[in-house]
């Protein structure tokens, strides 16, 4: 199947930095991308919904301008998490759709923790 | 907007006894339906899915599941489990056209015990 590769799988950061989270689709071409969040023992929530040059389609209640997402070409997303607090310590996980109906590819998820 | 409700948020188990996780979504629309795994420390790997014709769907690893559309349901089904089956267990389902957004269950937790 195709591959979905999330870098870095781990980052420790003090609070007020930022933390950029790169999603890349390896062997196909993404056309949308969607980032979700997951807490501990707890399902992914979509956090928002990505377009390769366009704008991000945010879910109620996730701060845009926390959660900063640019979908620059048809392979990386990025997540950037501005000043970020211990409150948004969290597991990130990307997915990509390459257009076919329902075929989402996942990557392996960002474990982000914030000092 | 779609919903997806997991009943059973723990199971435990003992090696080969038979395993059925239910799920239950709603939505007024057509639907895709999916069942992911995630293994111990691993990403989400998908485990089957249903997208339209034979309404039992068989996946990796012996899991198969039913899709009862009067019921809503897709509940995923091993005759008999395996040690290797602990993990967690999502049932997610996204709207047949737009933007295909998944919605995902809360998760089972399943420990299979040898």
């Known amino acids: 199947g195709a591959v979905v590769s999330q870098h870095p799988s781990r980052v420790i950061c003090k609070s007020g930095t930022s933390v950029k989270i790169e999603c890349r689709s390896l062997?196909?071409?993404?056309?949308?991308m969607f980032w979700y969040r997951q807490f501990p023992k707890q399902s992914l929530m979509l956090m928002a919904t990505?377009?390769?040059?366009?704008?991000?389609?945010?879910e109620q209640g996730v701060e845009k301008d926390k959660f900063l997402i640019n979908h620059a070409s048809l392979t990386l997303s990025t997540l950037t998490v501005t000043s970020a607090h211990p409150e948004d310590s969290s597991f990130y996980i990307c997915?990509?759709?390459?257009?076919?109906?329902?075929?989402?590819?996942f990557g392996e998820g960002s474990r982000l923790t914030v000092l | 907007a779609q919903s997806v409700s997991q009943h059973n948020h723990h199971v435990i188990l003992s090696e080969a006894a038979s395993l059925e996780l239910g799920c239950n979504y709603s939505y007024g629309g057509t639907v895709n339906l999916f069942w992911y795994v995630q293994y111990p420390g691993q990403h989400l790997q998908l485990l089957l899915k249903y997208f339209s014709g034979d309404p039992l769907v068989k996946g990796i690893k012996g899991f198969e599941a039913e899709f009862i559309k009067s019921k809503f349901s897709f509940n995923l089904r091993k005759p008999s489990v395996q040690w290797s089956d602990t993990a967690e267990y999502f049932c997610?389902?996204?709207?047949?056209?737009?933007?295909?957004?998944?919605?995902f269950g809360t998760g089972t937790r399943l420990l299979v015990s040898p």
């Open positions: 997610a389902v996204n709207a047949r056209t737009g933007f295909q957004k998944l919605v």
């Open positions: 062997d196909f071409q993404a056309t949308t």
């Open positions: 990505s377009n390769e040059g366009s704008k991000a389609t945010y």
């Open positions: 997915s990509a759709t390459g257009g076919t109906p329902g075929e989402l590819f």
